[in-house]
């Protein structure tokens, strides 16, 4: 067993907002947990600190899309807002050096980030059926999951698993209602109101 500090890659003048991951991602985790995934969350220690298993990362970044936005619109032209026609996978490179370069499944045997084009498989199998989970949860609480980042790692059986957070740090939620976004992107686009978004969102998963 590891503590893992959540802290974000991109530092945010606003207070507060580890604590709401760290709750936001305990809530998800017991959520996918209770729906067959497995995942590495043990138990949220305290505001800031997750109990997690120790796992060997996987260095593919797993983004699952609904929406077309952020880089998807800026690379391939589609429209921002764009319902896609289908769920679409996408692999990065988990390399800040690289600048998280997109990834076949070739590159990634080539890297060999897994071993076996199966794993590569379930990787996808994986952050499938997670969307199947999120997607309709956010939707009853008014949100739509727009977009997300997934990591995964393989346990001491070699059992892959999901790791990480899952908070409005690493997905894009907006209100179905309104549009208006509800994640990372506040602050990505100088939009304000940060903490009280992610707040909402907390809010909203607990039913309050
Ligand atoms: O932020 P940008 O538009 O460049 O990235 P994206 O590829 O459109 O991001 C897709 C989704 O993955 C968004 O929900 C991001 O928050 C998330 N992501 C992440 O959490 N960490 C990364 N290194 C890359 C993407």
Not at 117 to 131: C, G, H, P, T
């Amino acid at each position: 067993m590891t503590l893992l500090r959540l802290t974000v890659k991109k530092k945010s003048s606003e207070a507060g907002k580890g604590a709401l991951n760290n709750k936001i991602s305990t809530e998800l985790f017991k959520l996918l947990e209770a729906n067959g995934i497995p995942t590495h969350f043990v138990k949220m220690l305290d505001d800031n600190h997750m109990l997690h298993t120790k796992v060997d990362v996987i260095l593919i970044e797993v983004i699952v899309r609904n929406i077309a936005t952020g880089s998807l619109s800026r690379n391939l032209g589609i429209e921002d807002g764009t319902v896609l026609p289908f769920t679409l996978v996408e692999f990065d490179y988990k390399n800040d050096a690289l600048g998280d370069p997109k990834l076949n499944d070739q590159h990634c045997l080539i890297l060999e980030l897994v071993e076996y084009q199966d794993e590569l498989d379930k990787l996808r199998r994986m952050a499938r059926q997670i969307n199947d989970i999120l997607k309709p949860y956010f939707a009853q609480k008014g949100l739509n999951l727009v977009d997300f980042k997934l990591e995964f790692g393989k346990d001491n059986n070699g059992n892959i698993i999901l790791i990480d957070e899952i908070s409005p740090d690493n997905c894009r939620f907006w209100d179905i209602e309104s549009g208006e976004k509800m994640d990372k992107d506040r602050f990505r686009q100088g939009l304000g109101g940060l903490t009280v978004a992610y707040e909402q969102v907390l809010n909203r998963i607990l039913g309050k």
